[in-house]
């Protein structure tokens, strides 16, 4: 194979890369969902499963559910996602929303999404807020109602309310499923060995223990 012929193979292998990282474009204006179908499936773009376009109404593309903050978490923290599992009309659009609230002080902990980039707009507050490069490099300041904030996909970001009153953040990603994976949860709540973590982090087989009994999944009650 010649040289030139090889950089051509190369470049078509990594154009065709990135087009598979990210959502596919619609093949229609719009696909709502068969009322028979679960959220698990709304992830797909298969024409079988979508219903006549015809029997469409202005409702299936409104949702209300962000109206108001969800309940906050120990760490301050509330949030409502808007995917097509909860709002059909965003199905195969390659995109989805969240509304978080931050309670004084209140912190989102470090996270990233590995399907999408991430803009986020302040409604009110005063959040530190900022993310971190693969060079270890922090980009992070006090972002203020009105301002916006882009968090590459990916990489790690976080959020923390630094004003006197509750804040308000709506995201936006360009991926209708773009995956969550918090630090602490994935480190400490995914059953990695004790050895493992102990060497890496410099932690004792108690300390590996006070944290994995904090972060683990919690089982479900039964009832």
Do not use: W
């Amino acid at each position: 194979m010649s040289s030139k012929l090889a950089l051509l193979t190369l470049l078509f292998l990594f154009n065709n890369l990135l087009v598979r990282g990210s959502d596919p474009d619609p093949i229609q204006d719009f696909c709502l969902p068969e009322l028979d179908s679960t959220p698990s499936r709304l992830v797909r773009t298969s024409n079988s499963q979508c219903k006549d376009p015809a029997e469409a109404k202005a409702d299936d593309f409104i949702f209300s559910g962000i109206k108001f903050p969800a309940n906050f978490t120990k760490t301050g923290f509330a949030s409502t996602a808007v995917n097509p599992a909860v709002f059909p009309g965003l199905n195969t659009l390659g995109m989805s929303f969240v509304r978080a609230d931050l309670d004084v002080g209140g912190i989102n902990p470090p996270h990233y999404h590995p399907r999408a980039t991430e803009i986020a707009f302040v409604l009110k507050g005063m959040v530190y807020s900022g993310f971190v490069d693969s060079k270890n490099r922090v980009f992070a300041r006090v972002i203020e109602r009105g301002e916006v904030m882009v968090f590459p996909k990916g990489l790690l970001h976080f959020q923390m309310n630094v004003g006197n009153s509750t804040a308000t953040i709506f995201g936006s990603f360009n991926s209708q499923n773009p995956g969550l994976q918090r630090v602490a949860e994935s480190v400490f709540g995914s059953g990695i060995k004790y050895e493992l973590l102990m060497k890496a982090f410099g932690l004792t087989e108690r300390e590996v223990s006070s944290l994995r009994r904090r972060f683990m999944p919690k089982p479900p009650k039964e009832y």
